[in-house]
């Protein structure tokens, strides 16, 4: 697989199906782990990096979850495909911020992918469409056991893994649902729903985790803390918030719908009016927009497009996306005019 071949397909997680697929964009189980015999990625030199790379080139080697799996060196990749991998959720902007002695692993489906020497020897990610963090930590642990058998990782019986940040050691796993709350932000009811996640000791991020703010109403909410609680107990119990919060915002849906119809038809319509029309547009704009549209799909007040589409333009917008489309470098305006012209071809197509 070569990296211009993501540009023509999308990923598994952005096909708009599974549970709660109309709220819930994606589910996301995150390991870190590290090697037991050498010293952790911000203590490492360059040939202690290089070393990790080769132990992982190699043990990747024997195992079925990578056989079709590509393994980028990211100090032979430019800026713009290092953003690229990073709009695609592949990867963190930590990562593509310094790309000596670093690399990324990715299967064709963008289902796994293993970020190696990050803060972490490694950060194994696996990636589902829906509300599916079981399915996901099927995959995952089956990875991690196969890995494991290859690999020596770093574990303490009194502290399980050991991980760079004290607050991973333990399962060392992050579980994550990306979710799309436009009705719970329209209803003002975010902010409450939010502070009641920090006080249950879960985070909120935006569309691209970490260090991100959250823009087209999208949230990223995850466990903080996975030393005492086993993996099972961490699913459990970002299971049981999630449902709450899908359930509020199916509620707060219904309450627009009920008492401010004309109102709610009326920003949908005018957000599709723009999208299919505009000439020159930006980023920020844009995402706010594809938001009230896709709002618009789930309630059934625009028929015309299925849920993959405006997936998918979430993506296809970014800077990185849109010049690896046009095969060269953009500056803001030639973006801003490409990122119309790509809507206006896709929603316009679909139409």
Same mark, same amino acid.
């Given at each position: ?6 540009? !023509? ?5 952005? +096909? ?5 697929? !109309? ?32 132990? %992982? ?24 495909? +290092?953003?690229?991998?990073?709009? +695609?959720?592949?990867?963190? !902007? ?26 972490? !020897? ?176 789930? %309630? ?52």
């Amino acid at each position: 697989m070569e990296l211009n071949d993501l540009t !023509h397909q999308t990923g598994e997680w952005l +096909r708009g199906t599974g549970p709660f697929a !109309h709220i819930v964009l994606s589910s996301r189980i995150r390991l870190a782990r590290n090697f037991a015999n050498g010293p952790f990625t911000n203590r490492s030199q360059k040939k202690d990096l290089e070393e990790v790379l080769s132990a %992982v080139d190699i043990a990747i080697q024997g195992i079925d979850f990578f056989k079709a799996a590509t393994f980028f060196r990211l100090n032979e990749l430019d800026n713009i495909d +290092r953003q690229f991998l990073v709009e +695609r959720h592949l990867m963190s !902007h930590d990562h593509a911020a310094s790309p000596q002695g670093k690399g990324l692993i990715v299967s064709p489906e963008e289902v796994l992918s293993v970020m190696v020497n990050e803060e972490d !020897h490694l950060r194994i990610q696996v990636m589902q469409s829906g509300f599916n963090l079981d399915g996901t930590w099927e995959i995952i642990n089956s990875i991690d056991n196969s890995l494991s058998e290859k690999l020596p990782f770093a574990f303490l019986p009194e502290w399980g893994f050991l991980t760079a940040c004290p607050t991973n050691t333990g399962t060392a796993m992050r579980g994550s649902v990306m979710l799309h709350l436009p009705a719970l932000v329209m209803t003002r009811q975010i902010n409450k729903v939010l502070m009641a996640i920090s006080k249950l000791s879960f985070a909120s991020r935006g569309f691209y985790g970490e260090g991100t703010q959250a823009v087209g109403n999208f949230y990223q909410i995850s466990n903080q803390v996975s030393l005492g609680h086993s993996e099972l107990d961490i699913i459990q119990n970002i299971n049981g918030l999630i449902r709450q919060i899908v359930e509020q915002e199916e509620q707060a849906r219904q309450a627009l719908l009920v008492q401010n119809r004309p109102v709610l038809e009326d920003k949908i319509c005018r957000a599709w009016g723009t999208l299919r029309n505009a000439r020159i547009i930006s980023s920020q704009e844009t995402i706010e927009l594809l938001s009230m549209v896709r709002l618009g799909v789930d %309630v059934g007040i625009i028929r015309e497009l299925a849920p993959k589409t405006m997936n998918e333009l979430f993506i296809m917008i970014q800077p990185a996306h849109l010049q690896k489309i046009e095969g060269k470098k953009l500056n803001t305006l030639e973006r801003d005019t490409k990122r119309a012209q790509v809507i206006r071809e896709k929603l316009n197509g679909e139409a």
